[in-house]
């Protein structure tokens, strides 16, 4: 049996670039490890999802883990909270936040908290505590932006917002939608009195008092979600593994997965992150485990912002991070490929299809020479991303048998 | 409309074999004829239910015949008695057995009657019978192994084994699990008193205890499943076809469908089969009926041998057998694939998909000019085995209308 190595280069796939004089920038690329795998092992193509599903991140790497996000995929609120850097464990919720201002009433006087921009991260640490058993962790985002995850045992989506969406208008009771959401409505409804009491006397909130700013004096809850059930991945799979991410999203879907997170602040998830360093963790993973995803982010980064050449660069930064895995062909399938496309041209995700290479000794050989969306046509796979985790488990002898 | 051939070599799919100085050996093989059909024809890869799935025969084949085993496998009870060559209709109930060594007390001295090698094909057929009219019967395996199958209305598997599983201990009664299976327990339990009888009475045994040696005096069931009701060959696809095979599992399966089965002892299922014979048949049935599926095993057992060289002269031989095939592309549509691929250097299925051949007059054409893992990229099909045959129905001119 060999050890799985799955390398996910972020928003990889691209269309023809007018700057690079219509080649894509893989095509463009000095890409040598890369198409020496793809030489010397298979190519082709995998749909994220399935033909032309325009797959966010979040779905993608479910799919591409085996899980599939049109069983799995219960919304946004969750990844958001776990894009924040919040881990959930199966069966915690997640709510999406607003620091807010709300006047002694319990009137909403500005959802935005005047668009607060300093002193948030502390504010969230100070009301992040445990109630009766019961986790309160609160992450902040971009300006009044913050989630809220709820960890414990049996809670319950089926809880209105707080939110009331509008500012004139009272902070709502929090009710259960129906039987269910009961416990967890008081639940929160606890926390959050608790919560506006911290913020109220928070120096954060005083100094801002004082400087004549709103104070973030509530947080106001919405869209909540549950974390998805997924079957541990060591039960579905038989194999251990690791996830390595820059971005604390995938780092977020590991974990959910059950896959061990290694991570250190040198993987920035930009332009500037260590890729040497994440192969070496790789390597050092696969001593002890079977299986390790990696996600190496800038390359969707360089897509959004419309930077083909920047994506080149970071393409061949991480094809010249990746020679060390050329020596693991023979106890391990590596497979690249991305989660979705975002061409260069477009700053957005696209549905199309993936460049895809599996490299690993004995396996079959077909007629790609090069990594790239054009000459993986060349190639024999043609690949649901959903279906790619099975195929590696029979290229490395860990498909079950089916029937005798 | 056309008739249908489809042409399985078992196990044929392979990986890059050392001594073929890294070739499969489709590749290695002298195989003119099928090279033709596929120049002419059309071709490409074929995932074994989907891909990566790593599947045996029984469910594969029940897969290329349009049976999806994944709503109709049943488990491998049924599969292994048709394997012993007990032909099994849908609704029969079919038990893994042990000849075994009993006491009077009825307490297992031996479950396998000290590894009984000679006349248990005398004892099978002595306690094959007919109770009440339900037909009970038994077949022998290797050493003391043996399957019983039980044919008759209303049969349930819900029933419990009557193999204590351990020496010592007693056999046990057979009784239901749940309500529907009542009348099979209270049944097999009267057969298994009977069949007692005459095993303790039969010559056979007689003589073994003269040679000191432990009788087999009992038949112990486990592991009861039921034969899968699979849709009528000829009402699903609205033709009457035959199944030609060496192995009895194969046969089995055919006649699970409802195909007539053509057999005859020089179909051994191994490297001495005649394969003129079959292709005979073949063309003989099909002068009759619109469709015929022949399997050839060789290629698999040369696969489990490790013996590319073997796995190459049996592609040979069989590409010198189909030679008649090729005046048949006017009235007929030949596909040729495999069950499942087990590369010489495994000596086991793998996950690995299909080359795959269809050739008929007047079809599409692609670029393939060789019937091989590799040269098939080349081709237009990429199809997962239970897409299969209603691929060949579209191109014989049967498949019906959807939509107006």
Same mark, same amino acid.
């Given at each position: 049996?060999?050890?799985?190595?799955?390398?996910?280069?972020?928003?990889?796939?691209?269309?023809?670039?007018?700057?690079?004089?219509?080649?894509t920038?893989?095509?463009?690329?000095?890409?040598?490890?890369?198409?020496?795998?793809?030489?010397?092992?298979q190519?082709?193509?995998?749909?994220?999802?399935?033909?032309?599903?325009?797959?966010?991140?979040?779905?993608?790497?479910?799919?591409?883990?085996?899980?599939?996000?049109?069983?799995?995929?219960?919304?946004?609120?969750?990844?958001?909270?776990?894009?924040?850097?919040?881990?959930?464990?199966?069966?915690?919720?997640?709510?999406?936040?607003?620091f807010?201002?709300?006047?002694?009433?319990?009137?909403?006087?500005?959802?935005?908290?005047?668009?607060?921009?300093?002193?948030?991260?502390?504010?969230?640490?100070?009301?992040?505590?445990?109630?009766?058993?019961?986790?309160?962790?609160?992450?902040? #985002?971009?300006? *009044?932006? &913050?989630? =809220?995850?709820?960890?414990?045992?049996d809670?319950?989506?089926?809880?209105? %917002? @707080? +939110?009331?969406?509008?500012?004139?208008k009272?902070?709502?009771?929090?009710?259960?939608?129906?039987?269910?959401?009961?416990?967890?409505?008081?639940?929160?409804?606890?926390?959050?009195k608790?919560a506006?009491?911290?913020?109220?006397?928070?120096?954060?909130?005083?100094?801002?008092?004082?400087?004549?700013?709103?104070?973030?004096?509530?947080?106001?809850?919405?869209?909540?979600?549950?974390?998805?059930?997924?079957?541990?991945?060591?039960?579905?799979?038989?194999?251990?593994?690791?996830?390595?991410?820059?971005?604390?999203?995938?780092? #977020?879907?590991? *974990?959910l &997965?059950? =896959?061990?997170?290694?991570?250190?602040?040198r993987?920035?998830?930009?332009? %500037? @992150? +260590?890729?040497d360093?994440?192969?070496?963790?790789?390597?050092?993973?696969?001593?002890?485990?079977?299986?390790?995803?990696?996600?190496?982010?800038?390359?969707?980064?360089?897509?959004?912002?419309?930077?083909?050449?920047?994506?080149?660069?970071?393409?061949?930064?991480?094809?010249?991070?990746?020679?060390?895995?050329?020596?693991?062909?023979?106890?391990?399938?590596i497979?690249?490929?991305?989660?979705?496309?975002?061409?260069?041209?477009?700053?957005?995700h696209?549905?199309?299809?993936?460049?895809?290479?599996?490299?690993?000794?004995?396996?079959?050989?077909?007629?790609?020479?090069?990594?790239?969306?054009?000459?993986?046509?060349?190639?024999?796979?043609?690949?649901?991303?959903?279906?790619?985790?099975?195929y590696?488990?029979?290229?490395?002898?860990?498909?079950?048998?089916?029937?005798?």
């Amino acid at each position: 049996m060999k050890k799985i190595a799955l390398l996910i280069l972020d928003g990889l796939g691209d269309r023809p670039c007018n700057v690079l004089h219509g080649l894509t920038p893989l095509q463009f690329a000095y890409k040598p490890n890369m198409d020496r795998m793809i030489s010397e092992g298979q190519g082709g193509f995998m749909y994220p999802v399935s033909p032309g599903t325009n797959t966010g991140s979040d779905t993608s790497h479910l799919s591409l883990l085996g899980y599939d996000p049109r069983d799995v995929y219960t919304g946004r609120g969750p990844f958001e909270a776990m894009g924040l850097g919040l881990l959930m464990n199966p069966g915690d919720i997640a709510f999406r936040a607003n620091f807010a201002t709300v006047d002694e009433s319990g009137t909403v006087i500005d959802r935005r908290a005047g668009r607060i921009s300093e002193g948030t991260e502390a504010l969230a640490k100070a009301i992040s505590m445990e109630i009766e058993g019961y986790s309160f962790r609160v992450r902040p #985002g971009v300006e *009044h932006r &913050a989630a =809220l995850v709820v960890s414990g045992p049996d809670l319950s989506d089926k809880i209105s %917002d @707080s +939110d009331p969406h509008e500012a004139g208008k009272r902070v709502q009771e929090i009710h259960a939608i129906d039987g269910s959401g009961k416990k967890t409505a008081d639940l929160v409804n606890r926390y959050l009195k608790e919560a506006g009491r911290i913020l109220n006397a928070h120096g954060v909130n005083l100094k801002r008092k004082k400087e004549g700013l709103k104070p973030a004096n509530a947080l106001l809850l919405r869209g909540v979600g549950k974390a998805p059930l997924l079957k541990p991945f060591h039960e579905k799979y038989g194999m251990k593994g690791s996830c390595i991410a820059g971005i604390p999203l995938i780092r #977020g879907i590991g *974990h959910l &997965a059950g =896959l061990s997170i290694v991570y250190d602040e040198r993987m920035t998830g930009s332009y %500037d @992150s +260590d890729y040497d360093l994440k192969v070496k963790k790789a390597i050092s993973v696969l001593e002890n485990e079977d299986f390790v995803i990696i996600n190496f982010k800038a390359t969707d980064v360089a897509g959004h912002d419309g930077d083909a050449f920047r994506k080149v660069e970071v393409i061949e930064k991480v094809d010249r991070a990746i020679a060390p895995l050329l020596s693991l062909a023979k106890s391990t399938v590596i497979a690249i490929t991305g989660d979705h496309s975002t061409p260069c041209e477009m700053k957005e995700h696209s549905g199309d299809p993936l460049p895809l290479l599996v490299f690993s000794d004995g396996i079959r050989t077909d007629f790609c020479s090069y990594f790239d969306e054009r000459h993986t046509i060349m190639g024999s796979l043609r690949l649901a991303s959903g279906d790619l985790m099975q195929y590696l488990l029979a290229l490395s002898g860990r498909a079950e048998k089916y029937g005798a």
